[in-house]
């Protein structure tokens, strides 16, 4: 698997577990909305290391969890 469509999927899964709508999740992240739907899409972009630590914060785990897939 292509490991930006795997961080995708694994933020997804958990952003849905927690309950948060893609708007929810990309404000708490201090994230632009439609840059976060595109990091959830087929067609990921690159993830800055500082952007998966905000997402891992929000989401209340390890950075290395969101790479675990």
């Known amino acids: ?4 469509l795997g961080v995708g999927k694994k933020i997804r899964e958990l952003r849905n577990k927690r309950g ?3 708007e929810e999740f990309s404000e708490l992240a201090g994230i632009d ?3 976060f739907q595109r990091i959830e899409g087929k067609n990921p972009p690159a993830l800055k290391i ?4 905000k997402f891992a914060r929000v989401l209340k785990v390890a950075p290395s969890k969101l790479l675990q897939f």
């Open 1 to 4: 698997m292509n490991i930006r």
């Open 20 to 22: 948060f709508t893609q």
């Open 33 to 35: 909305y439609k840059y």
């Open 50 to 53: 500082d952007t998966i630590e």
